[in-house]
């Protein structure tokens, strides 16, 4: 066959004409095709486009719009077809130096293989920064609506793509906001100096298995997508944008019976393939075991003020200028007659505007909310609190890392697109954390149920474990040195060993009990009140019953509760 030369391709959705060259020996490119006249089953044409540094997005558009994606209202097996044909071999990782004994853990790691050399730095609404991994197609991500069948399995139902496929919805309380990218394999390496991570896009890669949700519940086969939930929980078990954070009720086991009653009982609160993907994600992609230096999260907005002045018929609170200086427009406040009490005078209202208004001569600071256009009275017998910030408070951010602004703790954050630290813990949904041996070790374990219909209020035999972390002598606050991965349970990114500090490794608290049995809930993340030093992307609370709930809990509505058991290919 004779070699084949660079031709100008027509596309759906691309500009009118796009030169690129086939790495492939084999495929006919004779023909010009209009934008009316695409072979749609030539998945290699995409393919030629992405290698040859096509734009990610146009070219997955024009892809799902050249194979019928406007006909559709299942957009999965387009999804198929997309993430199989975008690998382009990509395959890096990173290592963290093992401790010495008695020496301080490094927070810093060294990117290896393709990963070395790639840069990110956070966005905010104002700036869109470096990500060098946003256009990489094992990296890049698409928002999308997301629902599961009767048995587990993901599927898309539309994507967020100008005119391509069904509407995407981001506010419709009935539909879940999910964030979609390619399953890459990952192996966890543990050596003499180092430990760390590989990633790669290669599947069957030697010694590499699948993120484990990407393994289908129901057969054990491979899918080449993921999908994670966007937004933490939203009042009535939610995962859209623009509602108010559900606290006050939120344990792991009150997940089991309120998205269930909701949803089903193939969805869960958010797993720990939920965060073992955002760890791996701050692990590559900034070389580091802490957030702290990138994206602090909402950990230090701890306000309680009564009113300096009662009124009647407003949608205000009169705080003093100094107490109103400490406010932010866009965040959430409730006003109840006790500190961060459920309400009927205002329930996690948002912050509209601050300003200095004179009374009668004094100066008083008043923070306006939206109430939905009700107003109310206020007396100096109530109690203005910070509260959780909205579901979407990061949509506006320019990037698919960043926050309003990532290094101050008073406002949520993403990474990869994904809204975390909106100002609560997340109460994990398929882990129960159990006390007692592990190894000849009294440990704090997690035990994971891949079934989301198997989770239970107690631990069962569809609970399993692998590594967990050595109890302190009294119950504390602990810091990690390191965070393990585990090629038992792929899905699970745990301390390994205690000593670390605020500057060294995780940089996070984990609160531990001394006891040697029992069953805790597993919180993550920390809440307003915490600051940078405990709270972050490994903080974790280990310390309450399964049951237990407050005006500090959330969760997440997760998709990724049913996970099979990956068969290596003979």
């Given at each position: 066959?004779?070699?084949?030369?660079?031709?100008?391709?027509?596309?759906?959705?691309?500009?009118?004409?796009?030169?690129?060259?086939?790495?492939?020996?084999?495929?006919?490119?004779?023909?010009?095709?209009?934008?009316?006249?695409?072979?749609?089953?030539?998945?290699?044409?995409?393919?030629?486009?992405?290698?040859?540094?096509?734009?990610?997005?146009?070219?997955?558009?024009?892809?799902?719009?050249?194979?019928?994606?406007?006909?559709?209202?299942?957009?999965?097996?387009?999804?198929?077809?997309?993430?199989?044909?975008?690998?382009?071999?990509?395959?890096?990782?990173?290592?963290?130096?093992?401790?010495?004994?008695?020496?301080?853990?490094?927070?810093?790691?060294?990117?290896?293989?393709?990963?070395?050399?790639?840069?990110?730095?956070?966005?905010?609404?104002?700036?869109?920064?470096?990500?060098?991994?946003?256009?990489?197609?094992?990296?890049?991500?698409?928002?999308?609506?997301?629902?599961?069948?009767?048995?587990?399995?993901?599927?898309?139902?539309?994507?967020?793509?100008?005119?391509?496929?069904?509407?995407?919805?981001?506010?419709?309380?009935?539909?879940?906001?999910?964030?979609?990218?390619?399953?890459?394999?990952?192996?966890?390496?543990?050596?003499?100096?180092?430990?760390?991570?590989?990633?790669?896009?290669?599947?069957?890669?030697?010694?590499?298995?699948?993120?484990?949700?990407?393994?289908?519940?129901?057969?054990?086969?491979?899918?080449?997508?993921?999908?994670?939930?966007?937004?933490?929980?939203?009042?009535?078990?939610?995962?859209?944008?623009?509602?108010?954070?559900?606290?006050?009720?939120?344990?792991?086991?009150?997940?089991?019976?309120?998205?269930?009653?909701?949803?089903?009982?193939?969805?869960?609160?958010?797993?720990?393939?939920?965060?073992?993907?955002?760890?791996?994600?701050?692990?590559?992609?900034?070389?580091?075991?802490?957030?702290?230096?990138?994206?602090?999260?909402?950990?230090?907005?701890?306000?309680?003020?009564?009113?300096?002045?009662?009124?009647?018929?407003?949608?205000?609170?009169?705080?003093?200028?100094?107490?109103?200086?400490?406010?932010?427009?866009?965040s959430t406040i409730v006003l109840a007659a006790s500190k961060r009490a459920q309400s009927?005078?205002?329930?996690?209202?948002?912050?509209?505007?601050?300003?200095?208004?004179?009374?009668?001569?004094?100066?008083?600071?008043?923070?306006?909310?939206?109430?939905?256009?009700?107003?109310?009275?206020?007396?100096?017998?109530?109690?203005?609190?910070?509260?959780?910030?909205?579901?979407?408070?990061?949509?506006?951010?320019?990037?698919?890392?960043?926050?309003?602004?990532?290094?101050?703790?008073?406002?949520?954050?993403?990474?990869?697109?994904?809204?975390?630290?909106?100002?609560?813990?997340?109460?994990?949904?398929?882990?129960?954390?159990?006390?007692?041996?592990?190894?000849?070790?009294?440990?704090?374990?997690?035990?994971?149920?891949?079934?989301?219909?198997?989770?239970?209020?107690?631990?069962?035999?569809?609970?399993?474990?692998?590594?967990?972390?050595?109890?302190?002598?009294?119950?504390?606050?602990?810091?990690?040195?390191?965070?393990?991965?585990?090629?038992?349970?792929?899905?699970?990114?745990?301390?390994?060993?205690?000593?670390?500090?605020?500057?060294?490794?995780?940089?996070?608290?984990?609160?531990?009990?001394?006891?040697?049995?029992?069953?805790?809930?597993?919180?993550?993340?920390?809440?307003?009140?915490?600051?940078?030093?405990?709270?972050?992307?490994?903080?974790?609370?280990?310390?309450?019953?399964?049951?237990?709930?407050?005006?500090?809990?959330?969760?997440?509505?997760?998709?990724?509760?049913?996970?099979?058991?990956?068969?290596?290919?003979?």
């Amino acid at each position: 066959m004779a070699t084949k030369k660079a031709k100008s391709i027509r596309f759906p959705g691309l500009p009118d004409t796009y030169t690129f060259a086939t790495k492939s020996s084999d495929l006919e490119l004779d023909n010009v095709y209009s934008k009316d006249n695409v072979d749609s089953r030539d998945d290699a044409l995409y393919a030629s486009i992405l290698a040859g540094g096509g734009d990610y997005k146009a070219t997955m558009r024009s892809f799902f719009l050249a194979n019928g994606a406007n006909a559709l209202t299942d957009l999965s097996v387009l999804c198929d077809r997309w993430y199989a044909l975008s690998r382009t071999g990509w395959s890096g990782g990173v290592r963290f130096p093992v401790p010495a004994a008695g020496a301080a853990a490094s927070s810093d790691g060294t990117k290896i293989g393709d990963n070395a050399g790639l840069t990110c730095t956070p966005s905010t609404v104002t700036t869109a920064n470096r990500d060098d991994y946003a256009t990489l197609p094992l990296f890049a991500v698409v928002d999308c609506n997301t629902y599961l069948d009767d048995t587990g399995r993901p599927h898309i139902s539309a994507i967020d793509l100008d005119d391509c496929g069904p509407a995407f919805a981001r506010t419709d309380p009935a539909k879940i906001v999910g964030v979609l990218q390619m399953a890459g394999w990952v192996k966890f390496v543990s050596e003499s100096d180092t430990y760390g991570f590989d990633y790669t896009d290669q599947a069957e890669a030697a010694g590499f298995h699948p993120l484990s949700e990407a393994v289908e519940l129901e057969d054990n086969s491979v899918r080449s997508w993921v999908v994670h939930g966007k937004y933490g929980f939203g009042e009535g078990w939610t995962c859209c944008s623009g509602v108010k954070t559900k606290v006050w009720n939120v344990s792991h086991n009150s997940q089991l019976t309120g998205v269930r009653g909701v949803w089903g009982n193939r969805y869960c609160g958010a797993t720990s393939a939920d965060d073992a993907w955002l760890k791996l994600m701050l692990y590559l992609k900034y070389g580091q075991l802490d957030s702290d230096r990138v994206l602090h999260g909402c950990n230090n907005y701890n306000y309680e003020y009564q009113p300096a002045l009662g009124e009647t018929g407003v949608e205000r609170i009169l705080l003093t200028p100094a107490q109103a200086d400490n406010l932010i427009v866009g965040s959430t406040i409730v006003l109840a007659a006790s500190k961060r009490a459920q309400s009927n005078v205002v329930d996690r209202a948002r912050i509209t505007a601050i300003e200095t208004v004179e009374i009668d001569g004094t100066s008083y600071g008043a923070v306006y909310v939206d109430n939905g256009g009700q107003t109310f009275d206020t007396t100096t017998e109530l109690w203005l609190s910070t509260m959780q910030w909205y579901t979407g408070s990061t949509d506006d951010v320019l990037g698919n890392d960043g926050g309003i602004d990532p290094t101050s703790d008073k406002y949520p954050v993403k990474l990869q697109g994904i809204e975390y630290m909106v100002g609560c813990y997340e109460a994990m949904g398929d882990v129960i954390l159990v006390y007692g041996d592990n190894g000849g070790v009294n440990c704090c374990t997690p035990w994971i149920c891949r079934d989301a219909s198997k989770l239970a209020t107690a631990k069962n035999a569809s609970y399993k474990c692998a590594h967990g972390v050595p109890t302190p002598a009294s119950n504390s606050w602990q810091y990690p040195k390191q965070m393990h991965g585990s090629n038992t349970l792929p899905e699970l990114i745990f301390p390994a060993d205690l000593g670390g500090s605020t500057s060294a490794g995780p940089r996070d608290g984990f609160y531990l009990l001394s006891a040697s049995s029992g069953s805790y809930e597993w919180l993550r993340f920390g809440y307003l009140n915490y600051g940078v030093g405990y709270a972050g992307l490994s903080c974790g609370g280990g310390g309450n019953g399964l049951g237990y709930a407050d005006w500090y809990i959330g969760g997440r509505l997760s998709v990724t509760g049913n996970r099979g058991e990956f068969q290596a290919a003979a």
